[in-house]
């Protein structure tokens, strides 16, 4: 066994990181590792998103992620500005494509106004300035929103720490935990360490690591894979920046929509499939325990019986890039099927309670010298400064 730490954090994705780099400024004097199970970190939800940057417009009021996502965004544009991380800051616009949009709209508008984000109501004529083959019946234009690679702030944070002298170490998946004294030992294939404080942001395992430490979870990550297709170098000239529809307010999801990247690239995206398996990233795989422990689930079975129809209707524009393409085309008409011509995907870790509710807001449970982060979404890789250092307050309590 290695020499006791301070503060062991699971997950090596942008969460986790952040929340090593907030104890690391924090308290410099700490005993502080990074335990990652992949080869790198950043290699699941942090790596495989959209690089949108967002404002903070569509979250309830006075919750944890309307306050961190709006303070998070302006600190990860400075942040990166330092480290010479490119962003782009090319806003957005959330279009209403029907007039029977336009009260959602209005809620939109309401809860940004609430969050202190700057937008602006736009018409037609608003909307074909900003983005010219964009078509709609009104608008929210949200200027504040960028993009980057989160995967370079990741990497970023990691390095940062290994310059203060704390662990990234890679290749080490927890696999059992144990109590011994005043400290956790956590074991996994390189061996055991001991930590007084761990934090657990395990993404799409972290009930599971959180069922290890000896804690109950009350929710359970339901895997959905978001899909991407890439533009054509053609067609990504119909797209100068972010085009977003008007959500369904049930769904923590914020529908299919373009986004620029900080390449330039332009993508349509994500959708969002139940996966067959929690890394299950192709459209045929899969994992069998994974999805026999998601179907035993009465939460999930609840949350199927009550959205069977978006269900059906997700998983057959996964199929079909043509259904993916007439659906766009109530933003972008001129789209064609022709112009898609990459696809990628990745899964985001969306917790849900027993009554098939899926959850919106950042979850965070405490154990005695453990922290969970339960559920961590969009926006978290937006508010990771922020959230980080909510985080490590909370470990900095148990510490002490």
């Not at 029977?100 to 018409?123: F, K, P, S």
């Not at 043509?322 to 995907?345: F, H, N, Q």
């Amino acid at each position: 066994m290695t020499k006791p730490l301070d503060i062991a954090v699971i997950g090596g994705g942008i969460v986790g990181l952040a929340a090593a780099d907030a104890l690391r400024r924090t308290r410099p004097d700490l005993a502080l590792t990074v335990l990652e199970k992949e080869p790198e970190v950043a290699a699941h939800q942090t790596g495989r998103n959209s690089g949108v940057i967002h404002a903070g417009l569509y979250y309830a009021p006075g919750s944890l992620k309307a306050r961190l996502c709006a303070e998070g965004a302006e600190r990860l544009f400075r942040y990166c500005a330092e480290r010479g991380i490119r962003t782009t800051r090319t806003g957005k616009v959330v279009v209403a494509t029907s007039r029977d949009q336009l009260g959602a709209l209005a809620e939109l508008e309401r809860r940004g106004t609430a969050n202190g984000v700057a937008m602006q109501r736009i018409g037609p004529g608003g909307i074909a300035e900003i983005e010219p083959h964009a078509r709609g019946v009104e608008a929210l234009h949200v200027p504040a929103t960028g993009a980057v690679d989160f995967g370079d702030v990741a990497r970023a944070f990691a390095a940062d720490l290994s310059r203060a002298g704390h662990r990234v170490r890679t290749g080490f998946e927890v696999r059992e935990a144990r109590r011994s004294g005043h400290r956790i030992v956590l074991a996994g294939p390189p061996g055991d360490i001991a930590a007084r404080v761990v934090v657990n942001c395990a993404g799409l395992h972290v009930d599971r690591v959180m069922r290890i430490l000896g804690h109950e979870p009350d929710l359970k990550i339901v895997p959905f894979r978001g899909e991407y297709w890439g533009l054509s170098e053609a067609a990504a000239g119909l797209v100068r920046g972010h085009i977003y529809p008007v959500p369904d307010p049930r769904l923590p999801h914020l529908g299919v929509h373009f986004s620029r990247n900080v390449a330039g690239r332009v993508e349509l995206g994500p959708n969002a499939v139940w996966a067959w398996g929690r890394e299950a990233y192709g459209r045929l795989s899969g994992r069998l325990p994974d999805a026999l422990e998601a179907l035993s689930y009465r939460g999930f079975r609840r949350l199927a019986q009550t959205h069977w129809r978006t269900g059906v209707e997700e998983q057959w524009r996964s199929l079909d890039r043509r259904s993916v393409v007439r659906k766009a085309r109530a933003m972008l008409p001129a789209l064609e099927v022709r112009d898609l011509e990459s696809w990628r995907s990745g899964i985001r870790a969306q917790a849900v309670d027993t009554d098939g509710a899926l959850v919106h807001d950042f979850v965070i449970r405490e154990g005695p010298g453990v922290v969970n982060v339960l559920n961590a979404p969009s926006p978290a890789a937006t508010a990771c400064l922020a959230i980080g250092e909510h985080i490590a307050e909370r470990a900095l309590r148990q510490l002490n």
